[in-house]
């Protein structure tokens, strides 16, 4: 069974403990492979690589950082299909998926900051006939990255790629669940030129591995994307200790229909919205809320096309369904649909777990559900799901409609779909999320910025804000 150990100083090692864990695929429900069981030894490892090759980095030419992470993205793209094959396996996710979304990204994410790094420029400010200032941004040092299983690679370079772009080292622990597509990407760097010691690559649990690099004295920043509850308690760990924190969390995002929006394409949109990646994107929109003139034809209309998905194995080009990506998930998940009809949920389709036949018969499948019928308060609609299961609502009118999106402890992302321009306007200037799309959903331009507000957390990703959120601004101000 394949062993995935750690990468750290340019060379794969084992643990210290010599320990592993066991990592399932999804589609099976069995392991199929061991993923090294880290902890505050093996951190110590990386830190004390990052912190050797920092100087030397810090100090690179930006001409030479923008060949390396050119490089890496030419060696993901050369990879293309071994990374969407392993990611698929990893997360269960459907491997077309992987094709078309996670790995492309990821390539584009090196590509992005490549270019980033050449670009990025501070400003001065002179103070006439008295003095001039400048401002200096300059790198951080060893840096940490914290990365969730549902978008593995994509979401793991998205952290990786500015932090080596600013000149920073890193020690990035991907998911103990997705570990392998982060342990390719180390042979990729080293056969890119990336200087060892510059990207450390930690394995294993977030307790053990994950603490460690949270509590490590000498990391200055951390950037994580995960739960809210595990962000809050990396928050409660770092603060006291004045690390830099970038926390992108949970998500219980509005998908909101008027009446006059174009409807063939919002009925489309509001599935791929719903159910990419079996619903396991912190932006998908899991709370669909409808004009109630139109109520009952999208109803229609939309649980229509959901049946239309084809739920398999995500080895299969034609699966658009793939599994949850751990028992547990599955388990949780499973139980939110129990809690819904508790709730006085009506199942509109779905609603029950998939057996399939062959490879996949002992895997983590449920059916796309749409569930109707219950208050906007109910726990149902204010707690995230985080799988293939989504509510629907109906709303008179623009007031009704904003406060619907709005009550919920999350402000991640919200999809707004109407022809009005007055009323996009006007709503997306109310409505409480970080990212809002209208008639559209991921549509992502990489240089806006990126993150939620209230308990989907604090800093942003993206563009600048990455570069800036991996330097520290010092201003230099001399006197005529
Ligand atoms: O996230 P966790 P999980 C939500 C979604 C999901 C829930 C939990 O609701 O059901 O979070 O998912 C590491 N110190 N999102 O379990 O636990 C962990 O090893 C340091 C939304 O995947 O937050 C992993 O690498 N690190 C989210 C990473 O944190 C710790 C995407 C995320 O794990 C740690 C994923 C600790 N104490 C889940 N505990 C989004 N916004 O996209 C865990 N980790």
Redesign the pocket.
């Known amino acids: 069974m394949k062993q995935i150990d750690n990468y750290i100083n340019g060379s794969y090692i084992p643990p210290v403990s010599g320990n592993y864990l066991e990592n399932f695929e999804p589609a099976t429900g069995k392991p199929y492979s061991q993923v090294a069981d880290s902890g505050p030894n093996d951190v110590e490892q990386a830190y004390q690589a990052a912190s050797v090759a920092f100087p030397s980095w810090s100090k690179t030419s930006l001409e030479e950082r923008f060949l390396i992470m050119n490089r890496i993205a030419e060696g993901i793209e050369r990879r293309m299909e071994l990374l969407a094959v392993a990611e698929s396996i990893d997360n269960g996710k459907p491997v077309s998926l992987a094709r078309r979304m996670d790995i492309p990204r990821a390539a584009a994410n090196f590509r992005f900051f490549a270019t980033a790094a050449m670009q990025f420029a501070s400003e001065s400010h002179e103070m006439p006939g008295t003095a001039i200032n400048y401002t200096l941004r300059q790198p951080i040092g060893v840096v940490g990255c914290?990365?969730?299983?549902?978008?593995p690679l994509y979401?793991f370079t998205w952290k990786i790629a500015p932090a080596i772009a600013t000149g920073n080292t890193v020690i990035a622990?991907?998911?103990?669940?997705t570990p392998m597509t982060a342990y390719l990407l180390g042979e990729i760097c080293t056969e890119a030129g990336l200087p060892a010691g510059v990207l450390n690559i930690v394995q294993?649990?977030?307790?053990s591995?994950?603490?460690a690099?949270?509590s490590h004295p000498g990391i200055k920043a951390i950037s994580?994307?995960?739960?809210?509850?595990?962000?809050a308690?990396?928050a409660a760990?770092a603060a006291p200790v004045f690390k830099k924190l970038s926390l992108?969390?949970?998500?219980k995002n509005a998908f909101i229909v008027f009446e006059d929006s174009d409807f063939d394409r919002v009925v489309s949109e509001a599935v791929r919205a719903s159910f990419s990646n079996q619903g396991?994107?912190?932006?998908c929109g899991s709370r669909i809320i409808v004009q109630e003139s139109i109520f009952e034809k999208f109803t229609a209309a939309f649980v229509e096309k959901v049946q239309q998905l084809r739920i398999g194995d995500p080895q299969d080009e034609n699966t658009q369904i793939g599994a949850l990506?751990s028992e547990a998930?599955f388990h949780?998940v499973s139980s939110y649909i129990a809690l819904a009809q508790s709730e006085g949920g009506k199942i509109l389709t779905g609603g029950n777990s998939v057996k399939l036949s062959g490879r996949c018969t002992d895997g983590w499948f449920l059916e796309p559900t749409v569930i109707t019928g219950l208050s906007q308060n109910c726990r149902t609609n204010q707690e995230?799901?985080?799988g293939p299961v989504v509510t629907i609502q109906s709303f008179k009118d623009e007031a009704e409609a904003l406060v619907l999106t709005n009550d919920t402890r999350y402000g991640?992302a919200t999809s707004l779909w109407t022809r009005d321009l007055s009323r996009t306007h006007r709503m997306s200037a109310a409505i409480q999320s970080g990212i809002i799309w209208v008639n559209c959903w991921l549509l992502r331009d990489l240089r806006t910025p990126f993150g939620?507000v209230k308990d989907?957390?604090v800093g942003r990703e993206g563009g600048w804000e990455a570069m800036r959120f991996f330097t520290e601004a010092k201003n230099v101000c001399i006197a005529y």
């Open positions: 914290i990365s969730p299983w549902n978008l979401l622990k991907p998911s103990e669940m294993g649990l977030g307790p591995a994950g603490q690099i949270v994580f994307t995960g739960g809210t509850s595990t962000g308690h990396i760990t992108e969390l949970g998500g396991q994107i912190c932006l990506v998930h949780k995230e799901i985080f991640l939620g989907s957390g």
